[in-house]
């Protein structure tokens, strides 16, 4: 299978997620490589399933997917302190109306309203 090259810059612009360079990386995979942090997709997955699987070892199924869990809801806790929560609101906002022009976002919204405008409807024949 081979797959369509394309450029980091491109793919930001065309407001896609992944990008494919068509060189191996660092560590030899041939996999696309995320816009936001130029990481090969198949080292982040490798490096996920490490950490994971120390934490298991070290405090179990269940521990592990907690400390999991509230790592992640720390990470956003602190990038809400330190830009302040009306920041916070604005960057939310604009980062939703720029999602709202991919292709994908453009869709989940148009199903959005979709069903916003079936359930008024339903509601009104009640």
Request: glycine letters at 6%; a positive charge.
């Amino acid at each position: 299978m081979r797959r369509k090259i394309i450029t980091r810059r491109t793919a930001i612009r065309e407001g896609l997620h992944q990008y494919y360079t068509g060189r191996p990386c660092k560590h030899g995979h041939l996999s696309p490589r995320t816009t936001k942090s130029c990481d090969c997709t198949e080292c982040i997955k490798t490096r996920y399933a490490r950490t994971k699987k120390s934490l298991i070892l070290e405090h179990g199924k269940d521990g592990a997917q907690d400390i999991l869990r509230k790592a992640w809801r720390k990470g956003s806790a602190k990038h809400r302190e330190i830009v302040g929560k009306e920041a916070y609101a604005e960057y939310m906002r604009e980062y939703m109306r720029q999602y709202r022009l991919t292709p994908t976002g453009e869709a989940i919204t148009a199903k959005a309203i979709e069903r916003y405008y079936a359930k008024k409807k339903n509601n009104a024949d009640d």
